[in-house]
Nanobody
């Protein structure tokens, strides 16, 4: 199983980025997917998850949108109105079950992460 993120980079506050996560080796529709992030000196935290619906951390609700294209085996995270505190390494992950979760321990497969840096 391989998850590969792309789309990170440097953006000014208020700007937008779209992260992509392409996978191989999964029956995609059998796994809930999620995005988690880790800022320097902080624990990895849940950002958004998707099964048949979508779930968001309060800190990103209304600004971020998670989506998936099962035909392309890809999950996306559209990030709008980015803030300085969104700076982190963003990880794509596949949950250990078909329903979405905010619990880091329930994610079985992980990508390598992509850096998102928001500048003032």
């Amino acid at each position: 199983v391989q998850l590969v993120e792309s789309g990170g980079g440097l953006v000014q506050a208020g700007g937008s980025l779209r992260l992509s996560c392409a996978h191989s080796g999964l029956i995609f529709s059998n796994y809930a997917m999620g995005w988690l992030r880790q800022a320097p000196g902080k624990e990895r935290e849940f950002v958004a998850g998707i099964d048949r619906t979508t779930y968001y951390a309060d800190s990103v609700k209304g600004r971020f949108t998670i989506s998936r294209d099962n035909a392309k085996n890809t999950v996306y995270l559209q990030m709008n109105n980015l803030k300085l505190e969104d700076t982190a390494v963003y990880f794509c992950a596949a949950a250990n079950q078909p329903w979405a979760t905010s619990r880091r321990i329930e994610y079985r497969y992980w990508g390598q992460g992509t850096q998102v840096t928001v500048s003032s």
